[in-house]
């Protein structure tokens, strides 16, 4: 992969996966923890993003019926058993959006580090991104 223009070792899909999920680990359980972890919540709801679920319930289903999806969450993801769709509602309802500023600010800081967003950059040094506010 080094062959690969502005490449960074540390800036693949793993190690970000990692640093959100050691930034999750920080984050204070609303509620005390059974079967899962609030990790294993936060990671659930970041694969379902990152795989482009548009359904929690499809989410669900396929990560039970799926060997594929299944093998993905433990590899990629690090999560061994997803917790259901209604659990996750109910615990990630809890949070403050605020609580999830660190692992942002710990992911762009990276990227920003590994001079990935230079192309970026437009007016007085702001950069210039299209993002999905769905």
């Known amino acids: 992969m080094s ?4 490449f960074r070792k540390h800036l ?4 970000m996966l990692k640093l959100a999920k050691a930034q999750f680990d920080k984050i204070k359980s609303p509620v005390q923890p059974r079967e899962f972890t609030l990790t294993d919540y ?3 709801a970041l ?12 989410f669900d289903r396929d990560t039970r019926q799926n060997d594929t999806i299944r093998a993905n969450m ?5 999560v061994l058993k ?3 769709d209604t659990a996750m509602r109910k615990v990630l309802d809890l949070l403050e959006p605020a609580q999830l500023r ?3 600010k710990a992911l762009l ?3 920003q580090r590994g001079k990935m967003l230079e192309a970026y950059r437009y007016l007085d040094g702001a950069y210039l991104i299209s993002i999905d506010g769905t």
């Open 12 to 15: 693949n899909v793993e190690s």
């Open 109 to 111: 800081a990276l990227v």
């Open 74 to 78: 433990e590899r990629l993801f690090g």
């Open 102 to 104: 660190p692992v942002f």
């Open 47 to 58: 694969a379902l993003f990152k795989l482009k679920y548009k359904s929690l319930l499809k």
């Open 82 to 84: 997803v917790p259901c």
């Open 3 to 6: 062959w690969i223009p502005g």
């Open 42 to 44: 936060l990671m659930s």
